[in-house]
């Protein structure tokens, strides 16, 4: 019914930067919180920013002033831009949101396949 698909990972270097991106699609109505999480490996999955559809965002304390969220309504398409990227910064980054499709009323939770972020020299 939903669809997440996220793009943008890869191999950065401390201090660089990345952007991942993440687009929805689908049986879609309307389309409530988004959010990005991260798992390192042997870590549980951890919030890393959050934003709502009116764009009141949310940051992870470890985060806080490195990273933004944003979010484009119109493509159902939310954004995370990653600077001063650190080491532990490294892990599989999940798109997540709560989406009311049709024939619905409840929002359901969904969740992206993930994409790689690895923050090494």
């Known amino acids: 019914q939903v669809q997440l698909v996220e793009s943008g990972g890869g191999l950065v270097q401390p201090g660089g930067s990345l952007r991942l991106s993440c687009a929805a699609s689908g049986s879609i109505v309307s389309i409530g919180v988004m959010a990005w999480y991260r798992q390192a490996p042997g870590k549980q999955r951890e919030l890393v920013a959050r934003i709502s559809s009116f764009s009141s965002t949310n940051y992870a304390d470890s985060v806080k002033g490195r990273f933004t969220i944003s979010r484009d309504n119109a493509k159902n398409t939310i954004y995370l831009q990653m600077n001063s990227l650190k080491p532990e910064d490294t892990a599989v980054y999940y798109c997540?949101?709560?989406?009311?499709?049709?024939?619905?009323?409840?929002?359901?939770?969904?969740w992206g396949q993930g994409t790689q972020v690895t923050v090494s020299s």
């Open positions: 997540n949101a709560q989406v009311q499709v049709i024939g619905q009323y409840a929002l359901g939770n969904y």
